[in-house]
């Protein structure tokens, strides 16, 4: 009788595992249907505004960065990209130390940021951010920044293409 009632439980929980599988291949198709072709370069923001390691974060705060629609901001040292200021790096910081503490404090060095190319395929690249917690990747061309790609956006084109 005992076993009788494991069994039972086991092909239900069987069940629901395959209910779940079934569901995410579902979802993996649309994307592929929805992403199939395309390239970073064609979803990358170009040019996004960047901070300045070196700068305070109320340099950068009073710089202008209220102003813009982005909540994560690739740094930039001497020219070339050493990591990414997600915006809720700096407000966890009390407003009152902003003027001593400087960017570079604040932001997720690049060891710890996502990066492709902007020729790479936009689905590995959304694997490589999805491994992640900054759902950000830096864009980079031999070191150089070209761009910013977030997983927002992808979501976006997704949701266009499905809709309609």
């Not at 996004?48 to 700068?55: L, R």
Request: a neutral charge.
């Amino acid at each position: 009788l005992l076993a009788g009632s494991w069994t039972g439980i086991w092909v239900a929980f069987l069940g629901w595992f395959l209910l779940q599988a079934s569901a995410m291949e579902t979802r993996s198709l649309m994307l592929r249907d929805a992403l199939g072709g395309l390239r970073v370069h064609d979803l990358m923001v170009r040019v996004p505004i960047t901070a300045t390691a070196g700068s305070t974060l109320a340099e950068f705060m009073n710089g202008g960065a209220f102003a813009h629609r982005f909540t994560t901001y690739p740094v930039l040292e001497d020219g070339r990209a050493i990591g990414l200021l997600p915006f809720d790096r700096v407000v966890r910081v009390p407003r009152s130390t902003w003027g001593q503490t400087y960017v570079r404090d604040c932001m997720l060095p690049r060891t710890d940021v996502p990066v492709v190319r902007e020729d790479e395929d936009l689905l590995k690249a959304l694997g490589q951010m999805s491994a992640g917690r900054i759902n950000r990747a830096l864009v980079l061309d031999d070191g150089a920044l070209v761009g910013l790609l977030s997983v927002t956006d992808v979501i976006r084109l997704v949701t266009c293409k499905t809709a309609g």
